[in-house]
């Protein structure tokens, strides 16, 4: 046996139990700001079956993960260039079939990132929103798990369904917990606290907070002209905010590979002589 040198790659999913909380332009946004700190990324749009990330950065995609799935092209061929030379890896748009992976797909997938030998530092997973199959399986496959919640009180429980489903099925014990849309950071603590205690207490594990993004009108207005507002507004309360969270996530040097599917996305495999 031989190792494969490969350089390692920090792989997160960005993750939320309800949709509407930001998730997918916090996705983007962080891929502009690790830009600025001159780091190479890749993000993958794993909400197979409603395609989000290219309608945030106004991209086209030519082929999506379908035309993986059935064999017509490679990971490769997939992949589009977005702003500041971040790399997008385009979900499909209604196609119901993708929403659930079955045990072919997966390994489809696995091996496609196994080839897949592009020069990028940070791999970001936009899960779909919920407690799927598919959410679980992106979220275990990656590194360090980032759940995004807001102050709506169905956000923060269908936050702890995540958390909790991940823990009890998966023994996920490490989670991440970023707050968005708040006022300032008391609310963001409150919010923050709340969902820890509740995890503390039935599910016996610890949250890490990472930091808050408030409640900025440029967010929107950065929506609608589909631009990441990193990229479109980065002086305005929330780019900042969102610019010292992954500052602090670059920092972090204390994340480990946990399973078989991030010696791939983690480029840590061994390949036989």
């Known amino acids: 046996m031989k190792t494969v040198d490969r350089k390692m790659v920090r792989t997160i999913a960005v993750a939320s139990g309800k949709g509407g909380v930001g998730k997918t332009n916090i996705t983007a946004s962080l891929a502009v700001a690790l830009r600025k700190l001159n780091k190479k990324v890749l993000i993958f749009d794993a909400d197979l079956g409603l395609s989000n990330i290219d309608v945030i950065l106004n991209l086209a995609a030519k082929y999506n993960i379908d035309h993986l799935f059935k064999g017509d092209k490679k990971l490769k061929d997939l992949i589009i260039e977005g702003p500041h030379g971040i790399k997008v890896l385009p979900a499909s748009s209604g196609i119901q079939e993708l929403t659930t992976l079955d045990e072919f797909q997966r390994l489809r997938l696995i091996e496609e990132f196994e080839s897949y030998d592009d020069n990028i530092d940070y791999l970001l997973i936009d899960t779909s929103s919920g407690i799927s199959s598919n959410v679980a399986f992106f979220c275990m496959a990656a590194q360090e798990i980032v759940i995004v919640t807001s102050p709506e009180p169905t956000a923060l429980t269908d936050a702890y369904a995540l958390i ?7 023994q996920e014990k490490n989670f991440k917990v970023l707050v968005n849309n708040v006022q300032d950071r008391k ?43 990193m990229d479109l507004y980065p002086d305005t309360a929330a780019s900042i905010n969102l610019m010292e969270i992954t500052e602090k996530l670059n920092k972090d040097n204390n994340h480990t590979i946990k399973g078989s599917l991030q010696f791939f996305l983690g480029g840590l495999l061994n390949s036989p002589c």
Do not use: M, W
């Open 164 to 170: 909790k489903v991940l823990f009890t099925k998966y």
């Open 187 to 229: 609310e963001a603590v409150e919010i923050y606290n709340r969902l820890s205690t509740a995890a503390e207490k039935f599910l016996s594990i610890s949250l890490e907070y990472i930091g808050h993004v408030t409640h900025d009108i440029s967010v929107r207005k950065a929506v609608r002209q589909q631009r990441a507002f």
